[in-house]
């Protein structure tokens, strides 16, 4: 049982959209089939675009490498036997060209299976090498598939100070509409658990909560059942509320830890991963496949059959859409990823990268354009803020361009969960304005002389699960 003054932390900050989550819960998953072409963006992970490893013209089979990490990152693979028709700049959700292999599904069905012979004694996580591990889930491709896409075989590297005591699995998914990880769990727990184990392995921690919260009864009953006869292991039930979901704020909540200023989890002794990103290491653990697919939540009022999908990376989003049953009526917004934090597209060309758990479309007649008032200084953004920030004030400084004051008034703290603007009555674009901070202070770093110390406060990335 959680102390109540461990739950105080989160209690009265966040908020509770309405969940929408009913209708694509219940649904057994479905497997897409394979599209006629896949574009692999070769910027799937935090960190720099890959090298590509194939050219135009090269034919390519299931589970071959197109791309290799040149810094920080991980490979990409291709999911589908094929021609490789281009290696050429094309659109990426964050709205830039960045280098994609294209190419041309001709139907074969050879597959590469990764590697395993380094893992050791490969009959139980328990006894299995943890330095494999970290290799296997580096050559597997796997990043934070929660959306924050840091490569994971960085996250399965313990620091020596302080030593990690604690691995969390994140269930909880709290955005709105997403049941892609409650689906994981419930149909395929087997994996998320043989992951976890690996990766509690590679960690070399003993104790492995798993977070769900309240609103997934079948996987809590599920899973509570499978870890009775594995030590070290415990489930945690939360309440719904987002961002519940946030790993400084699940961190604070299951330990009373607070996460340094600018800090990660790992600070803290703890280390989080997605219940998504657990089950695709156990996938490459005992079926030697690297990340190919994901499963998507598809929902939305533009759709006719909304539900969960495996999908393969690299299939175009209109492709998924129009096999969810895409209605005739204009699509006025599609979002790759929840409606809190996800981004907004116009282009159904976009393809499904790793890190997108879910598309929404939605109609005119559902999207309402509400115009952006005034502040009435209501203070409920700061109320509901899960970092304790005055969202409002950071806006006020990002607006006078005040960014370095912004920083001092803990800008890089925001996770950008959208929590403040989701409260505003006045329809304030807070987290824009957060963002777009963020990156002139980003700017103003890069433009700092080598060698210099920086005048701006330095943050490592925001990392979520
Ligand atoms: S300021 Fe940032 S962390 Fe706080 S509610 Fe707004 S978006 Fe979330
Ligand atoms: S919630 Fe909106 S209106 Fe209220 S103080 Fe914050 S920014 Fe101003």
Known sequence: MLSLAILEHFRGRGVRPPEEKRITAGKPSRRLPAPDKVYL??????????????????????????????????????????????????????????????????????????????????????????????????????????????????????????????????????????????????????????????????????????????NKPDAIELISHMIRELPGFSLRVLPSRYPQGAERTLTRTLTGRQVPSCGLPADVGVVVHNVGTAAALGRALLHSEPLLERIVTVAGDAVREPGNFWVAIGTPIGEVLRQAGLKEAPVRKVIMGGPMMGL?????????????????????????????????????????????????????????????????????????????????????????YLRQGKAELRRRQAQQPAGQPTKQPVCRDQVSA
């Not at 599904?105 to 006894?127: C, H, I, K, Q, V």
């Open 344 to 432: 907004a597209t116009s282009s159904l060309e976009l393809p499904i990268l790793k890190g997108c758990s879910g598309l929404l479309a939605f109609t005119a007649e559902q999207e309402t354009l509400a115009e952006s008032l005034p502040c009435v200084r209501c203070g409920r953004c700061l109320e509901v803020c899960p970092q304790g920030l005055a969202p409002v004030r950071l806006t006020q400084l990002v607006a006078a361009g005040m960014v370095t004051e912004a920083a001092t008034n803990g800008l890089l703290d925001c996770v950008e969960c959208g929590a403040c603007a989701y409260i505003c009555p006045s329809r304030r674009p807070l987290v824009q």
């Open 41 to 214: 963006s070769l910027l799937q992970h935090a960190g720099t675009p890959c090298t590509p490893t194939v050219r135009k013209g090269d034919r390519v089979i299931r589970g071959q490498v197109v791309g290799e990490p040149s810094g920080l990152g991980a490979p990409v693979h291709s999911p589908i036997c094929g021609r490789v028709v281009a290696v050429e700049p094309y659109p990426h959700p964050s709205g830039q060209l960045v280098p994609t292999v294209i190419i041309e599904n001709d139907g074969g069905d050879s597959f590469l299976p990764l590697d395993r012979s380094y893992l050791g004694d490969t009959s139980m996580p328990e006894a299995m090498d943890p330095a494999g591990i970290r290799r296997l889930a580096l050559e597997a491709g796997l990043v934070g598939l929660g959306g924050g896409l840091f490569p994971t075989h960085i996250k399965l590297t313990p620091r020596s100070d302080p030593r990690p005591d604690l691995l969390i699995l994140n269930g909880c998914e709290c955005e709105p509409y997403l049941t892609c990880d409650h689906r994981l769990m419930v149909e395929e727990p087997h994996l998320v658990l043989w992951g976890a184990r690996a990766m509690r392995r590679a960690l070399g921690v003993n104790n492995v909560v798993i977070a769900i919260e309240d």
